[in-house]
Structure formats: structure tokens, C-alpha cells
């Protein structure tokens, strides 16, 4: 009977040990559980400078004043087109006698004789005024500048048949003169332009 306590105590004594063996996993396995977290950070990288794009700018082409273009003399085709002179206009006697010194880009140029000679700077282009007055009827010389026939001045300019000349007759107070030029040195157009102008500033009424 006296060996029941000593076995008791043994019994109790392994009981403690197990508890306090389950204590401990319990501590450890709590301390996993909750494992501490603690966020690292990397070093962030330098960031490189912005690089600072650099335009290659070029100088801007200066502008020359406008008033030195509208000073510069106007060239024929500068010139406004008056037109055709009103129907029934002519040109009076005196301006033959006294002919426009420059229309244009076409200056008089020194001539003997009843042709007046137009011709432009470089001499690429010549006009010639006729003044002498012919005996035939406007609407007799007419016929023969059918070709392209285009009102111009007091009367028209055409080409002959073979296209080798540009004539334009015109009416005046003495009867019709002639202006002549060469289709290789100035277009139809041009030259009806021209003559618009001569019976403009010859003072066609």
C-alpha cells in the first residue's frame, strides 16, 4: 500500500513535464505564426537627369521692306490692262507726232523715220509703231489678221496666215497705222496688252 503514492507522484510528474512541453510548442508555434513583417524598401535607382533637347534654330531670313518692291518701276505685264478703247475711239495725230517715251518695261528707242521702236531693257523684245497713215479702210486691213483676232486698243491684233508676224491696226485721226512684232519674242496676249496701253497713254477718245 505505501508504493501507491510513489507512483502517483511519478504519474503527476510526467503530467507536469507534458504540460509544460505543450506550453513551449504552443509559444514557438505562436511566434511562427506571426512572423514579423517588416516591409524592406530597395534603394532606389539615381534617376539620370532629363536630357535638354537643344533645336539647332536657324536664323530667319529677313524680310526686305516692302516699300523698296513698291518703288521698283512695274514691267509690262505688271502694268494693269486698260482694255480696248470705247467703240469708235481713235488716236489723235499729236500723239503720233509725240509718242509715249516708255510703257512698261518698253522704252522708246532713237529712230529715223515714221517707225517708232519699243523695246524692252535687254533688247529680247522689239515693237514697232507704224506711224505712217495707210489709204486702206480698217475693215479692209482687217482681213488680213483673221487668225486669232483679238480687240485691242482703237482697233485689233492678229496673226497672218503663216503665223510669222503679229500685226494689230489701228485707228486714228488720219486714218490706220500699223504695230508689228515677232511671235518668237512676245505672245498674242502680251502684245494686245501693249497696244491697250500705247492707245491708253496716246489719249484715244
Known sequence: MRRKP??????????????????????????????????????????????????????????EPEGDAEDAPATGADLPDPGPAPEGAIIPTAALEEPPMALGEYKLRPAEGPAHIYADEMTSVMISVDTNVLGSPYEQLAEYIETDNTPAGTGSCGTNESGSSITCYQRTEDGVITLNASPDEISLEDMVVFVNQYAAAAGAA
Open 6 to 63: 510513489v507512483v502517483l507522484l511519478s504519474t503527476l510528474a510526467l503530467a507536469a513535464i507534458g504540460l509544460t512541453g505543450c506550453g513551449s510548442d504552443a509559444e514557438e508555434s505562436g511566434t511562427e505564426a506571426e512572423p514579423t513583417t517588416a516591409e524592406t524598401t530597395a534603394p532606389e535607382a539615381p534617376t539620370a537627369p532629363a536630357a535638354v533637347e537643344t533645336e539647332d534654330t536657324e536664323p530667319e531670313p529677313t524680310q
